[in-house]
């Protein structure tokens, strides 16, 4: 699951890299 096809990069799902987020 890297990427979410109804999810962007600040969805509940993070693709293969994770921004500054917390979670």
């Known amino acids: 699951m890297a ?3 109804n999810c962007s990069v ?3 799902h ?3 890299i994770q ?3 917390p979670v």
Do not use: A, T
Request: no cysteine; proline share 25%; hydrophobic share 25%.
């Open 3 to 5: 990427k979410s096809s």
């Open 10 to 12: 600040f969805g509940p």
């Open 14 to 16: 993070f693709p293969e």
């Open 19 to 21: 921004p500054v987020s």
